[in-house]
């Protein structure tokens, strides 16, 4: 039973553009939810999060937007750059974080 | 944020065997976890390593494989038993911070795990 699901295993944007990455969920308990990025060897790192009662929040170059009548949060890059070729994870939290199976990106210049 | 050590970084290990990870974490938590990514997969929550507690396994972990001791609040620790190369894995804790927000959410870089 996969409660996050990002069913785009990858996706490829030209440098300047923008990356758009896609997460539904099925759990309307989540309160949470939160954007990692992961390279290989290495461990998640927080991006952004957005709480469940709001349906935008903005940090620099990236926008999470949450639409709970369609459990479907999407995270926004503008614009994309090289160094954001990484593999993206969506998190939901209910007392516990649970994660998606994980986008990867890849900005060509 | 919290910052996190986890040890070893890596580690190649004979079928049959163990290996105990370590996290330590700088500051008191309140909530630490324990993860497992599999190659080419989701990170997934293997179990809740609570303080003066018996750690809370998720579905399809048990105890017996998978041992956590959680001693303090700046501490776990977390056994692969009886290792086969089924368990080749990224293993990561994770802690959530005592304030109770959840963007509190800091990684290990993780112990990646060969079982040959």
């Known amino acids: 039973d996969q409660q996050v699901k990002q069913n785009s295993p990858s996706l490829s944007v030209q440098e300047g553009r923008i990356s758009i990455l896609n997460c539904d969920y099925t759990?309307?308990?989540?309160?949470?939810f939160l954007w990692y990025k992961k390279y290989p060897a290495e461990g998640p790192t927080f991006l952004i999060s957005?709480?469940?009662?709001?349906d935008k929040n903005e940090d620099g170059r990236f926008t999470v937007f949450l639409n709970k009548s369609a459990k479907h949060l999407s995270l926004h890059i503008v614009p994309s750059q090289p160094g954001d070729s990484a593999v993206y994870f969506c998190?939901?939290?209910?007392?516990?974080?649970?994660f998606g199976t994980g986008t990867r990106l890849q900005v060509f210049p | 944020s919290a910052v996190i050590s986890q040890k070893p970084s890596r580690d190649i290990c004979q079928r049959g065997t163990s290996l105990t990870i370590q996290c330590q974490v700088d500051?008191?938590?309140?909530?630490m976890f324990w993860y497992r990514q599999q190659p080419g997969q989701s990170l997934t929550l293997i179990a809740t390593?609570?303080?003066?507690?018996?750690?809370?396994?998720e579905s399809g972990f048990v105890i017996d494989k998978f041992p956590i001791s959680r001693p303090n609040l700046t501490f776990s620790t977390l056994t692969v038993s009886n290792m086969s190369p089924e368990d080749s894995s990224i293993y990561l804790c994770?802690?959530?911070?005592?304030?109770?927000?959840?963007?509190?959410?800091?990684f290990g870089s993780g112990t990646r795990l060969t079982v040959v």
């Open positions: 957005i709480s469940s009662i709001k």
């Open positions: 500051s008191q938590v309140t909530m």
């Open positions: 390593a609570n303080q003066g507690s018996e750690a809370t396994y």
């Open positions: 994770s802690v959530r911070g005592s304030d109770g927000a959840n963007y509190g959410y800091t």
């Open positions: 998190a939901a939290s209910d007392a516990k974080l649970i």
């Open positions: 759990n309307s308990m989540f309160d949470y």
